[in-house]
């Protein structure tokens, strides 16, 4: 079975641009997180989502940062505009809550880069 | 908001030694799960502990879940150069979803 895909791997764009991080959830998972990793913080979780649903997204930094899920099979995160402190990778996540306990799983990541 | 002390931030060890880490917070979880990062991959589940006192093993990896369950450690028996790598606890809490909270991390380097 496929794991939790990202697009794209690696992303270097200039600031004031326009960034789209997209993902594709494991089948069958109806959980949905976005963290974001940086040396200075850590793992910080974004926003997530169940059954298609935004649950919490206090972990968003401000209004330049959107989230959307319109299916179970797909999510992105768009941040407009892009600004150099959004540097990071960028993780997307899935999870079920029947059966396993609920581990997350993870994508490889998104890389942003913003000059 | 909800934080995890994890520690140390960093070691730097030989082969074959044995390694410790912890986890510790002001809120109690009802779960606690310990990652492992290898560089340009994400996080990958280690051990998963669902109650307090539990003490689970994979391998040479045991985590055990404390008993006050605002705490957590995992340990690394005989150390082997691919145990290199960020290891992360990450904790949760059953009630308000799913939400899942990561410490810092703990950089492992083992040296030959």
């Known amino acids: 079975d496929a794991g939790v895909i990202q697009s794209p791997r690696h992303e270097v764009t200039e600031m004031g641009q326009e960034v789209t991080l997209r993902c594709k959830p494991i089948?069958?998972?109806?959980?949905l997180f976005w963290y974001r990793q940086t040396m200075m913080r850590g793992l910080e979780l974004l926003i997530y989502?169940?059954?298609?649903?935004?649950?919490?997204d206090s972990g968003m930094p401000e209004d330049r940062f959107s989230a959307k899920m319109p299916n179970a099979s797909f999510s992105t995160l768009k941040i407009q505009p892009s600004e150099p402190r959004d540097s990071a990778v960028y993780f997307c996540?899935?999870?079920?809550?029947?059966?396993?306990?609920?581990?997350?799983?993870f994508g490889e990541g998104s890389r942003l880069t913003v000059l | 908001g909800q934080q995890l002390n994890q520690s140390p931030q960093s070691m730097f060890i030989q082969e074959g030694e044995d390694v410790s880490m912890n986890c510790t917070s002001s809120?109690?979880?009802?779960?606690w799960l310990w990652y492992k990062q290898e560089p340009g991959e994400g996080p990958v589940l280690l051990i998963a502990l669902y109650k307090a006192g539990e003490l689970t093993s994979n391998g040479r990896l045991t985590a055990q879940f404390g008993i006050t369950r605002k705490d957590s450690f995992l340990n690394i028996s005989a150390s082997i150069p691919s145990d290199v790598g960020i290891y992360f606890c990450?904790?949760?809490?059953?009630?308000?979803?799913?939400?899942?909270?990561f410490g810092a991390g703990t950089r492992l380097f083992v040296k030959a």
């Open positions: 089948s069958g998972h109806d959980y």
């Open positions: 990450a904790g949760r809490r059953n009630t308000g979803g799913f939400k899942t909270i």
């Open positions: 809120s109690i979880f009802n779960t």
């Open positions: 996540a899935s999870s079920a809550r029947q059966g396993g306990a609920g581990e997350l799983f």
């Open positions: 989502f169940n059954n298609n649903v935004p649950i919490d």
